[in-house]
């Protein structure tokens, strides 16, 4: 089950404590913090780690539509308050809902509801996103064609006219020479370091006469190869 961390900006401890009562009877909701002031609420907001912000409106110092705007990243923002003249400025800010005191446990569960479908939404989005923008591969291996993210490929070694390619959990045995691989994946950065060998410049940690070394493994770096990866990576550090 997923948990929604919640923070309550709420100067008044009647509504403060109906709040506090009305997530507590929803078990998939944990209680981070409770403010009374909304300037100390100010640090935690910023962090991006809050996912619904329960806050009243008129508040000392700052309101809570004034809060709301200083945020570059808000959380699902559910305003409660006594007065309804907010209503439409509120929603021109960007919350998810207006709860109009005093309010039922299933309106304010609707409100919920409302906030935590809307952070799902927001999460299948970014997910989708990030997967379409990982570059991938697809290799012939026999009979079939395997997909790998590029990112996944530590390195490839020559087997003959075959390849094998290694990633994090496995090695996968590959119908194409390295010479194909290496047109495959230059516009990847993928280098031959050895004429065995071909690795991803950015999982390069170091170079030593005898060897380019990634994050637990040395490849060898042949001598035909090492004043031209030598001078690649002279480059990069300057």
Same mark, same amino acid.
């Given at each position: 089950?997923?948990?929604?961390?919640?923070?309550?900006?709420?100067?008044?401890?009647?509504?403060?404590?109906?709040?506090?009562?009305?997530?507590?009877?929803?078990?998939?909701?944990?209680?981070?913090?409770?403010?009374?002031?909304?300037?100390?609420?100010?640090?935690?907001?910023?962090?991006?780690?809050?996912?619904?912000?329960?806050?009243?409106?008129?508040?000392?110092?700052?309101?809570?539509?004034?809060?709301?705007?200083?945020?570059?990243?808000?959380?699902?923002?559910?305003?409660?308050?006594?007065?309804?003249?907010?209503?439409?400025?509120?929603?021109?800010?960007?919350?998810?809902?207006?709860?109009?005191?005093?309010?039922?446990?299933?309106?304010?569960?609707?409100?919920?509801?409302?906030?935590?479908?809307?952070?799902?939404?927001?999460?299948?989005? &970014?997910?989708?996103?990030?997967?379409?923008?990982?570059?991938?591969?697809?290799?012939? $291996?026999? !009979? *079939? /064609?395997?997909?790998? %993210?590029?990112?996944?490929?530590?390195?490839?070694?020559?087997?003959?006219?075959?390849?094998?390619?290694?990633?994090?959990?496995?090695?996968?045995?590959?119908?194409?020479?390295?010479?194909?691989?290496?047109?495959?994946?230059?516009?990847?950065?993928?280098?031959?370091?050895?004429?065995?060998?071909?690795?991803?410049?950015?999982?390069?940690?170091?170079?030593? &006469?005898?060897?380019?070394?990634?994050?637990?493994?040395?490849?060898?770096?042949?001598? $035909?190869? !090492? *004043? /031209?990866?030598?001078? %690649?990576?002279?480059?990069?550090?300057?």
């Amino acid at each position: 089950m997923l948990i929604y961390k919640c923070v309550i900006l709420e100067d008044d401890s009647i509504a403060q404590k109906i709040l506090e009562t009305n997530i507590k009877r929803l078990p998939h909701l944990d209680i981070v913090q409770v403010f009374s002031n909304p300037i100390e609420a100010i640090p935690i907001l910023h962090q991006g780690k809050v996912d619904i912000l329960f806050s009243d409106i008129e508040m000392p110092e700052i309101s809570g539509l004034d809060l709301i705007k200083t945020l570059e990243t808000p959380p699902q923002v559910i305003l409660t308050t006594g007065h309804s003249d907010y209503s439409m400025e509120a929603f021109d800010v960007g919350v998810t809902d207006f709860l109009l005191k005093p309010f039922s446990f299933e309106r304010f569960l609707k409100a919920v509801n409302r906030a935590i479908d809307n952070i799902n939404i927001k999460n299948k989005a &970014s997910q989708k996103a990030t997967t379409q923008e990982e570059p991938t591969i697809f290799l012939k $291996s026999g !009979r *079939e /064609s395997l997909k790998f %993210l590029i990112n996944d490929i530590l390195y490839i070694e020559a087997l003959g006219a075959y390849t094998r390619v290694f990633t994090k959990d496995k090695s996968t045995l590959i119908s194409e020479s390295i010479s194909e691989l290496q047109t495959k994946l230059l516009i990847n950065n993928f280098i031959r370091v050895h004429k065995s060998y071909l690795i991803p410049q950015n999982k390069v940690i170091g170079i030593s &006469s005898r060897h380019v070394i990634l994050d637990k493994t040395k490849i060898p770096l042949g001598v $035909s190869y !090492r *004043e /031209s990866i030598e001078k %690649l990576f002279d480059e990069k550090a300057s």
